[in-house]
């Protein structure tokens, strides 16, 4: 079935004949994303993996990002880090049981996982507000009910610029906070990067990278920051 959406032409798969044409025959020609206005502001105009469009540059990212971050060694470099942090979990769930305390196992789980993916990726853990004064939570809620939230623009380009439902402005202000949060961190790691001890995190990973133009490609502080988020 064939739709349009404003000025965005769009089809229903809606057979399993269909799907196979657009999922597995014609893969390539569906590989790419529809343009989102949110997706643009808080991925540095499409630097990321996840809202890159499909090409060279996709394909470039997708296998840094698989080789340099993702393999099955760099992995296995933070399991004492996560063995470490698991203990700490166990600790203080024994802790609570001695003192019969109510634990919200969800809440301590979420935490637990928050704090790994923190020090895999930016080598220290985080505190609630150190992004922002409303906290880590707030924010990044605030960032997926607006992305989720229907544009209008994305429908009718030419109606981007009025801005009518203030989403565009609001997209803005969360992706200056999310910046000037991974320009800190960028440059901690900068300043600090003869005093590391530990495993490399993330951003050292990337960092080397960048400085020693290995990638092939252009890539820049920009694309550092995109693949953070």
């Not at 004949?17 to 105009?45: C, N």
Request: glycine share 6%.
């Amino acid at each position: 079935m064939y739709l349009r959406f404003g000025f965005v032409p769009t089809i229903v798969v809606s057979s399993p004949a269909a799907a196979e044409l657009v999922l597995k025959t014609h893969d390539l020609i569906f590989a790419g994303r529809a343009h989102h206005q949110a997706a643009k502001e808080i991925s540095y105009d499409h630097r990321n993996v996840v809202f890159a469009p499909y090409g060279p540059y996709w394909r470039n990212m997708r296998k840094l990002c698989t080789l340099e971050l993702l393999s099955n060694l760099r992995i296995n470099q933070f399991e004492p880090m996560r063995r470490a942090e698991t203990e700490l979990f166990v600790g203080s769930l024994r802790r609570a049981a001695r003192k019969r305390e109510t634990v919200d196992i969800s809440a301590r789980v979420s935490a637990l996982i928050g704090d790994m993916t923190c020090l895999m990726v930016f080598g220290r853990k985080f505190a609630d507000g150190d992004l922002d004064e409303k906290g880590f939570k707030a924010v990044i809620a605030e960032t997926l009910q607006v992305a989720a939230l229907p544009n209008i623009s994305d429908y009718f380009p030419f109606m981007a610029a009025l801005d009518l439902q203030g989403l565009t402005r609001r997209m803005k202000e969360l992706s200056k906070t999310f910046d000037g949060f991974l320009e800190r961190i960028i440059d901690d790691h900068i300043q600090n990067k003869q005093e590391k001890n530990q495993a490399r995190d993330f951003v050292d990973t990337m960092m080397t990278i960048m400085e020693s133009g290995e990638a092939g490609f252009e890539f820049d502080r920009r694309h550092v920051k995109a693949v953070l988020l």
